[in-house]
């Protein structure tokens, strides 16, 4: 165990593991590694990049996580089985800082009703795969799944048993968020007292949010000895989701009074990071939602803005700037050059190389000509949409539409492929958004089935960006594309074509059309 590690908790996010297997999270390995790099400027101390032997794609991204990302330790999880062991060895090997994560259950439920198996088995199995881990790798991390309700007595055997076979830090999991805070603290302090090689290992805790108390569960978990929190951006991951890495980290910040132990994190990266997570998976973050929704830091009543006006501590515990909210309300206008574009992207968080600062900047004058006001909600809606699809194959050089009351609506499209094959194409439809991608349908000469349309208004007035998120299915995939503009429909059309385009490059490198491990692996591509 490394001394540091007492005083202070390590963050554990594991965003792109548990929070990646909740419906509709799945991301592509570029979209990965732009993930990977964030939470890295965040300053996380471990990053769980995924559970290689799951797939042949979540090998890939674990392993070209491994390889990218340097300063986190980058860790794949792994059952209790020596072929998972060996695939997340071999995934995690490329990295600077490496870990493999085992895990297998030991409440009495899962143990019956799910793998079958006697307490001693289970124990043998978790021993047997801590030290195959080992051979591979010093850094190793046992969970027992369901911890939060299996018998203390056992749980206490188990954990001795993988620290005498070599774990380092050994995480407590409340799987399916049914423990509270008093009783979860209890299971901590019993391990204290009960297993003899405790203090030589990080007691890590992991909970899952079902009755809305994951954070909260964690907070107790720290202050009866855990050093270490597994959590994820947004709270994302199964079902309700994970410990939310943001509400965690600034709840020991900002009581550390009460705490006395903090992070490492760079809390200025919060808000930027929270954005990106829930444009990418297209998880949209409630506007209430604590630390990172719209309204965290906004005041509405008289009396709070009265409050707020003489000093802000009276309404205010934490500072919008600290979690890297610095709103400015209005932003820039069509006048603004690239200088000031440039610095307002800093002020906001992003660090844009480059093409990608070209990109958004063109995006940027496009918008300053449609609409009067443009504000930081604007920019993060641009810079988020210009930053990480490759451009193409095809580009949409012309839309448009007719729609009414009582006649159908008619649209037609006009692309271009970077082949020099133009399309050009009308379709019937019961609105212009169906018109619009039946257009598109027959002008990329394939037709997907669509399973999820979310409009979602990116700032407030009239002339405000709408951004659409489609989720489509096509040859047994579901693909995920996101589009701005002040135009609905166009917004729509620009998502869906993000669609056509990612079916086409899968199609061009020969990985659509098939029955390949790579075509099959990824619930949402
Ligand atoms: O919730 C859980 O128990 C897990 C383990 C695999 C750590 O995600
Ligand atoms: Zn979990």
């Given amino acids: 165990m490394d001394e540091h590690t007492q005083d202070r908790v390590i963050i554990f996010d594991t ?17 990965k590694l732009r993930v990977a790099s964030a939470l890295r400027d965040l300053n996380v101390d471990v990053i769980e990049a995924g559970f290689a032997a799951a797939s042949p794609g979540d090998f890939e991204s674990v392993q070209a996580i491994a390889e990218e990302i340097k300063g986190p330790v980058i860790c794949s999880l792994a059952r209790c089985h020596p072929e998972d062991v060996a695939r997340a060895a071999a995934a995690v090997k490329p990295a600077e800082k490496s870990r493999i994560h085992v895990f297998v259950a030991t409440s009495e439920i899962h143990r019956n009703l799910k793998l079958q198996m006697a307490k001693e088995e289970i124990i043998r199995r978790a021993v047997e795969s801590v030290q195959v881990a080992r051979e591979h790798c010093d850094d190793v991390e046992f969970s027992a799944e369901d911890a939060s309700r299996t018998e203390h007595a056992y749980l206490a055997d188990v954990v001795q048993a993988v620290i005498e076979a070599g774990a380092g830090t050994i995480n407590i999991p409340d799987t399916v968020g049914y423990t509270v805070p008093a009783e979860f603290a209890e299971t901590f302090r019993y391990l204290k007292q009960n297993v003899k090689d405790i203090n030589d290992v990080v007691l890590s805790v992991h909970c899952h949010d079902d009755l809305g108390m994951a954070v909260a569960n964690s907070l107790a978990a720290v202050n009866a000895g855990a ?73 509405e009543a008289g009396i709070h803005q009265h409050g707020m006006l003489k000093d802000a501590s009276t309404y205010e515990i934490m500072k919008p700037e600290d979690v890297g909210l610095s709103r400015s309300n209005l932003v820039l206008g069509k006048h603004s050059g690239r200088h000031a574009f440039r610095e307002r992207v800093a002020q906001l968080g992003f660090d844009l190389d480059d093409d990608e600062l070209n990109r958004a900047f063109t995006e940027f004058k ?22 990480g699809t490759p451009a193409g194959p095809w580009t949409m050089d012309e839309l448009q539409f007719s729609a009414g009351t009582g006649v159908s609506a008619s649209a037609t ?98 990985i659509d059309n098939s029955n390949s491990a790579a075509a099959k692996d990824a619930a949402v591509i």
């Fill in 366 to 387: 496009k918008l300053a000509d449609r609409k009067k006001e443009l504000f930081d909600g604007d920019l993060e809606a641009i810079i988020m949409n210009s930053g």
């Fill in 413 to 510: 499209v006009r692309l271009s492929h970077t082949d020099g094959r133009m399309a050009d194409e009308t379709a019937d439809g019961d609105g212009p958004v169906e018109a619009a991608f039946k257009a598109l349908d027959c002008a990329a000469g394939f037709s997907m089935s669509l399973k999820n349309f979310e409009v979602r208004s990116v700032t407030v007035g009239e002339d405000a960006q709408g951004e659409v998120t489609v989720t489509v299915e096509y040859n047994d995939h579901n693909y995920r594309g996101h589009g701005i503009s002040t135009d609905i429909v166009e917004a729509g059309a620009l998502a869906y074509l993000e669609v056509i385009n990612r079916i086409s490059r899968r199609r061009n490198s020969g």
């Fill in 227 to 299: 050093r270490q929190v597994e959590c994820t951006i947004n709270g994302i991951g199964e079902r309700a989701g994970n410990c939310s890495l943001e509400e965690m980290v600034m709840a020991l910040k900002t009581r550390a009074d009460f705490f006395k132990i903090g992070t490492n994190i760079d809390t200025t990266r919060l808000y930027p990071t929270s954005r990106l997570v829930s444009s990418i998976t297209g998880m949209h973050v409630p506007r209430n939602k604590a630390i990172v929704g719209e309204n965290a830091f906004a005041h």
């Fill in 15 to 31: 965003t792109l593991r548990d929070g990646e297997q909740a419906p509709g999270c799945s991301m592509t390995l570029r979209e």
